[in-house]
């Protein structure tokens, strides 16, 4: 497609529960990079992924978050045993390459735990 | 390690007065790129402007402008003659040509654009 796309626009979990969230880049763009803003100023960089490989994963909480990048399949981001800290928008952007590293970002999905 | 600074968290204005933000950043990197992004009430981020550090070629777009400048390490964000639609929280980013390029935002600015 011709913009990134990312669903749900909303998810609510209770505390404890799994959270799964996804990202369908732009066609063509071979790089994924998840965000997390936090009280709608501080961006937090995740990981990142050249096609289905991880490329960075140093900003990834080593506990209960986990993603993929699947071949013809959108990827994802999941959170298991959501905390209430977890609240926030997750953006998913993509890159055609990293020589320009233009970032186009989806719409995000807010996460809430309760 | 990279850091982004925006000092101004909000700026107020009249509709069209002209308004500055700024952003200054800091990498040991001698290769990397600067970004702005707008984020509109709606919450999306929409690209503005990127820029490699080799160029320092100031930038105009309709009523935006921006002015890089590596002595001061500043990458600021002019928009003249503002219009309520302007108003939206401003971001600044930086990525390096090395490592990870992932994006480091700033705080962000909040500009409001009274009618």
């Known amino acids: 497609g011709e913009e990134v796309a990312q669903t749900p626009k909303h998810l609510v979990r209770g505390e404890g529960q799994k959270a799964k969230l996804y990202c369908a880049p732009i066609?063509?763009?071979?790089?994924v990079f998840w965000y997390q803003q936090v009280l709608k100023n501080e961006f937090k960089f995740l990981i990142s992924?050249?096609?289905?490989?991880?490329?960075?994963e140093t900003g990834m909480p080593k506990e209960r978050f986990s993603a993929k990048c699947l071949p013809n399949s959108p990827c994802s981001l999941e959170i298991q045993a959501t905390k209430l800290e977890d609240s926030a928008v997750y953006f998913c952007?993509?890159?055609?390459?990293?020589?320009?590293?233009?970032?186009?970002f989806g719409p995000g999905t807010r996460l809430t735990v309760l | 390690a990279q850091k982004v600074t925006q000092a101004q968290t909000e700026i107020s204005v009249v509709e069209k007065e002209d308004v500055t933000l700024d952003c200054v950043y800091e990498?040991?990197?001698?290769?990397?790129?600067l970004f702005w992004y707008k984020q509109p009430p709606s919450g999306e981020l929409v690209f503005l402007i990127r820029?490699?550090?080799?160029?320092?070629q100031n930038e105009i777009s309709g009523r935006y402008s921006w002015n890089f400048q590596k002595s001061t390490s500043s990458f600021n964000f002019t928009i003249t003659a503002s219009q309520v639609v302007d108003s939206a929280v401003y971001f600044c980013?930086?990525?390096?040509?090395?490592?990870?390029?992932?994006?480091?935002f700033g705080s962000g600015t909040r500009l409001q654009v009274q009618p």
């Open positions: 992924f050249q096609n289905e490989n991880v490329f960075d």
């Open positions: 066609k063509g763009h071979s790089y």
């Open positions: 990498t040991r990197d001698t290769t990397y790129y």
């Open positions: 980013a930086l990525s390096e040509d090395t490592g990870r390029r992932a994006l480091t």
């Open positions: 952007a993509s890159s055609q390459s990293l020589l320009r590293n233009e970032q186009f």
């Open positions: 820029r490699n550090s080799f160029d320092e």
